[in-house]
C-alpha cells in the first residue's frame, strides 16, 4: 500500500515538473557589447527574435501548459510569468543594444 501511494506521489511530481517550461534568459548587458561589430550586433538581434517568440510560445497554449492546467495549475501562472520576464528582458537588452548600433552609425548605408 505505502508503495503504490509512493509511486504515485512520484508519477504526480514528475508530471508536475515536466509541466513547467524554461523560457532563455537574456542579460541586458554584455561586458563585451561595445566592442560588436555591425554584423554582429545584427546577429544579436536575430537571436533576440528567436528568445522571444520561444517565450511567446511557452505563454500560449501548448502541451505544458496544458499538463500544468490539468497536474498543477500553479506551474501554468509560473510559465507565463516566466515567459512574461524573458519578453521583457529581451526588450531591453534590444533597446541597449540599439542604442550601440546606432553610436555605431550601423545604420547609415555606405556607398
Known amino acids: 500500500m505505502k508503495i503504490t501511494i ?8 514528475a ?6 517550461t524554461t523560457t532563455e534568459k537574456v ?9 560588436l561589430s555591425c554584423t554582429e550586433l545584427e546577429a544579436e538581434f536575430v537571436k533576440l ?7 511567446k510560445g511557452d505563454k500560449g497554449v501548448n502541451t505544458a501548459n496544458v499538463a500544468a ?3 498543477f495549475w500553479p ?3 509560473g510559465n507565463y510569468l ?6 521583457e528582458l529581451v526588450e531591453k537588452r534590444r533597446s541597449h543594444l540599439m542604442a550601440i548600433y546606432s553610436e555605431k552609425k550601423c545604420d547609415v548605408e555606405t556607398s
Not at 508530471?15 to 513547467?20: E, F, H, T
Not at 527574435?49 to 517565450?55: C, F, G, L
Request: glycine share 0%; charged share 20%.
Open 27 to 35: 542579460a541586458v548587458q554584455e561586458p563585451t557589447d561595445r566592442k
Open 15 to 20: 508530471i508536475a515538473l515536466s509541466a513547467c
Open 69 to 71: 492546467v490539468v497536474f
Open 6 to 13: 509512493l509511486a504515485s506521489l512520484a508519477a504526480t511530481a
Open 49 to 55: 527574435d528567436q528568445v522571444m517568440e520561444d517565450a
Open 82 to 87: 516566466n515567459a512574461d520576464q524573458a519578453e
Open 75 to 77: 506551474a501554468a501562472v
